[in-house]
């Protein structure tokens, strides 16, 4: 896992923690994520969540985070594409679909050779490439991404994949999504960036509000919205001991620490938990 | 702890649990009074469990020579474990399928009012064997089919004297594995329903696509899952 915390223009802190029931079955985390700077102002990042009915998903989980950033990477330096000032939906919807078509061909390739069913190596994915004033977005599956702008609005940049169960989605092995372009979602933000995120669902209900109940019809609806009273403070609180002078590894320490147990419920989580917070440096 | 923030409120995804209960007049005496003691423990213990609590909806469906929803899918906060009675005769091929319509009706509720669920579960705990004249192969067919079309997990537990070879008969399989069924050792429902509450925990917080693997129960010979 690579834990690059600040590039020259953001302070980045992320981290995976493992639930409680995979603890308790002494199954590994199945979350993997992975920081790839381009440039001073430039980025990926990535979070994969491994499928828990996939028994070597974590595996899956850390290639797919890898190669998708390094993949990504060198597409973004080829001369053809100058990110982010030529960046058009359809050219992001191409390049996400070409490079995870890569990286499928990646895990494919890894299975055959180690005598493996692909199956178990699947995984969710959901690859941003952060900039001062552009964000793209591609993921399939489930999950969580937001940004916010320079008014200190949060808005969702992804809507997750679930299945009728709540807790079914899509894998980057399943093959529905290289023939219906609905399950790669892609996205292009273009606004002052302050901050963005990324996570698996096993954050999801700490930072999200993902449901609400409306009692006059009783009914429940889905919700996608960042709760900014979780991400407000916590960017704050970082861009503070940052300035105190706080060491990338210091502040990742504290993120680690906000991961695993920030509250009783995170950590009673029994979900793996991945989550990247960015904050743009003033 | 340096960072603090504040958390929203969500909402719970649901896991409904249907036992479906043979209230024979075979299951007289200790069988019954065991069965009881169970159901209150597993009551208990599901309570004291504030995520699962919140999470795990719980129904009863009995069966004699009659049909009964002793307890339509609820929180553990919103009933009392019952005491059940017994007489009569074994409609166990219905009381099962009272069972199936009941989750399925509760998870179109689920779909209706917006709420994300889990796959239902169906226990049924007998220990004789269905009264003659009902469609054992209908019902193993229906359940094989609600298996694999991951409508619901059927777990059928029998105690002494349940005709095993024909709960065999109506026991499912997940990803081509057989679920169940199992035998009860002596009276051990006390062991089974503490095992069943584990195991509802474990369901109902599952993040896991298919497969639950469930903690080694201690009233049983023999199980894997």
């Not at chain 1, 191409?94 to 890894?110: C, G, M, P, W």
């Not at chain 1, 997750?160 to 980057?172: C, D, H, R, S, W």
């Not at chain 2, 969500?10 to 209230?23: M, P, R, S, W």
């Not at chain 2, 009902?134 to 298996?147: F, P, T, Y």
Request: aromatic content about 10%; some cysteine.
């Amino acid at each position: 896992m690579n834990n690059k915390t600040s590039t020259h223009s953001w302070l980045i802190v992320s981290h995976s923690a493992i639930g409680r029931q995979h603890v308790k079955k002494n199954i590994p985390c199945q979350d993997a994520h992975y920081l790839i700077e381009v440039n001073a102002e430039t980025g990926i990042a990535v979070v994969c969540d491994g499928a828990g009915s996939a028994i070597e998903s974590h595996m899956g989980a850390k290639i797919v985070a890898k190669q998708t950033s390094v993949l990504l990477k060198r597409e973004i330096e080829t001369v053809a594409w100058q990110f982010p000032s030529n960046t058009d939906a359809n050219i992001w919807q191409n390049i996400s679909y070409e490079v995870l078509l890569k990286v499928r061909d990646f895990l494919n390739r890894f299975a055959k050779k180690t005598n493996r069913d692909v199956k178990l190596l699947a995984c969710t994915v959901i690859v941003v490439v952060y900039s001062p004033h552009t964000i793209l977005i591609s993921h399939i599956g489930d999950g969580r991404a937001a940004y916010c702008n320079n008014r200190g609005d949060w808005q969702a940049i992804m809507t997750p994949f679930k299945g009728e169960e709540a807790n079914q989605t899509m894998f980057i092995t399943c093959d529905l999504w290289c023939s219906h372009a609905e399950y790669l979602e892609c996205n292009i933000i273009n606004d002052d960036i302050a901050a963005f995120t990324l996570m698996s669902d096993g954050c999801e209900n700490y930072a999200f509000q993902t449901n609400s109940y409306d009692e006059e019809k009783g009914i429940f609806f889905s919700l996608n919205e960042p709760y900014s009273k979780f991400f407000q403070p916590l960017t704050g609180q970082l861009l503070s001991l940052y300035k105190q002078g706080y060491s990338d590894q210091e502040l990742n320490k504290e993120w680690q620490n906000f991961i695993e147990s920030g509250n009783e419920s995170l950590a009673k989580e029994s979900d793996d938990k991945t989550l990247i917070l960015g904050i743009l440096k003033a | 702890m340096l960072l603090k923030a504040e958390f929203p409120r969500n909402y719970e995804a649901k896991t409904i649990c249907c036992f479906v209960l043979d209230t024979s007049g075979s299951m007289g005496g200790e069988p019954i009074a065991e069965l009881n003691n169970g159901l209150k423990e597993f009551h208990e213990e599901i309570h004291n469990d504030e995520t699962t609590a919140q999470r795990l909806e719980i129904a009863i469906v009995t069966f004699d020579n009659n049909i009964k929803i002793v307890q339509e899918p609820a929180l553990v906060e919103d009933f009392a474990a019952p005491t059940l009675t017994v007489t009569g005769t074994t409609r166990m091929v219905d009381g099962v399928r009272e069972a199936i319509t009941l989750v399925e009706t509760r998870k179109q509720w689920y779909k209706q009012t917006g709420q994300q669920y889990l796959r239902p579960w169906i226990i049924l705990i007998t220990d004789g064997a269905p009264d003659g004249g009902q469609n054992i192969h209908g019902l193993a067919q229906e359940i094989r089919d609600g298996m694999n079309n991951k409508a619901f997990v059927f777990l059928a537990v029998g105690v002494k004297g349940a005709d095993m070879k024909i709960l065999q008969t109506i026991s499912g399989s997940l990803k081509e594995k057989s679920v169940g069924p199992y035998m009860l050792q002596g009276l051990k429902f006390s062991e089974f329903f503490e095992w069943m509450s584990a195991s509802m925990a474990i369901a109902s917080s599952s993040a896991e696509g298919d497969k639950v693997s469930l903690p080694k129960p201690t009233w049983t010979d023999g199980f894997e899952i």
